[in-house]
């Protein structure tokens, strides 16, 4: 998942902010916690990093392409080194679950205002293309 594919995908899930954090690494937050990091450059260009449940862990550590992440001061994140090895399916998947980890760690007051932020936003409607 590139960067613009990271960004689009983080458009889909409510109260997202994305910003680029010392002209490297593009972040994914919500109500200003990190949930999802992405290398732009350098040696570790492309390496995505996110949340994990603790129970999954050292399974996941103990996959060819994962390892634990860097950041010391996050405890259960994880850095695909080989993004390629995992489709973009399986990615966003991790990047979904990520996010439900920290949104699920708000405080209940942040927690009821992306709810609210939520069920305001215009829903897409499906387009019917025409029988000509």
Not at 1 to 29: C, I, Q
Not at 90 to 115: D, I, M, N, P
Request: with cysteine; proline share 4%.
């Amino acid at each position: 998942m590139n960067a613009a594919e990271l960004e689009k995908f983080g458009g889909t899930l409510a109260g997202v902010a994305v910003a680029v954090r010392g002209d490297d690494e593009l972040v994914l937050s919500v109500a200003g916690h990190a949930f999802a990091t992405l290398c732009l450059c350098g040696p570790e260009r492309g390496r995505l990093s996110f949340a994990v449940e603790a129970g999954h862990f050292v399974e996941l550590t103990a996959r060819a392409g994962i390892v634990p992440a860097h950041y010391t001061a996050r405890p259960f994140w994880i850095t695909l080194i080989e993004p390629e090895r995992f489709g973009a399916a399986q990615t966003q998947a991790f990047v979904r679950r990520s996010y439900e980890l920290v949104r699920e760690g708000l405080s209940k007051r942040q927690q009821v205002l992306l709810a609210a932020r939520e069920s305001a936003a215009p829903k897409k409607r499906a387009v019917r293309k025409r029988k000509d």
